[in-house]
């Protein structure tokens, strides 16, 4: 994504809890559902496991891991749009996950979108053509990319809910 391609890897990666990545070019793999009965597994050995959706054009893992009632307010695309205007991320964080009832306790999702773009979905396109856009945020080299942002957004979430394990889709 944008200047990403040219970032070198690093050299120290701050800690963090486990994260796994369901990543396919190709949809209607089985990678959401893959990720889904990994996650309630992991949930019934006791984990704290966050699941984040992060397939913005094509989301599922919010409607398939919570019902309309749970859906929260905001999801990874708000929150993208909010970092890139210099808003309050830690705001959106503490509005844009829910607890599954596919589990007994300990699996939360962070879905792509949320109810307020879900029923402003006039919304949405604009929203996600700014998601993608580099931020303006120091960095070696320049802005900051769509990974580290990314990054940066895993971090705010683990550490609101707690996680032991993230699972990216």
Avoid: C
Avoid at 36 to 47: D, K, N, P, V
Avoid at 56 to 63: D, I, M, Q, R, T
Avoid at 66 to 90: H, I, K, R, Y
Avoid at 116 to 137: M, V
């Amino acid at each position: 994504m944008g200047q990403d391609w040219v970032v070198q890897p690093e050299t120290h990666v701050a800690e963090h809890p486990p994260r796994f990545v369901f990543f396919s070019l190709k949809g209607g793999v089985g990678r959401s559902t893959a990720l889904s009965l990994w996650a309630r597994h992991l949930t019934q050995e006791g984990h704290q496991v966050l699941v984040i959706d992060l397939d913005l054009e094509a989301p599922g893992l919010g409607a398939q891991l919570l019902p309309e009632a749970s859906q929260p307010e905001f999801g990874v695309l708000d929150w993208l749009v909010e970092d890139l205007n210099g808003g309050d991320t830690e705001a959106v964080i503490a509005a844009m996950t829910a607890a599954s009832p596919v589990s007994d306790a300990g699996l939360i999702v962070a879905p792509a979108l949320g109810t307020r773009t879900r029923h402003s979905p006039e919304n949405a396109i604009a929203k996600l053509a700014r998601g993608y856009l580099e931020g303006d945020q120091a960095a070696e080299g320049g802005q900051e990319g769509f990974a580290a942002r990314l990054r940066r957004m895993a971090e705010q979430l683990e550490k609101w809910v707690g996680a032991d394990i993230t699972l990216l889709d």
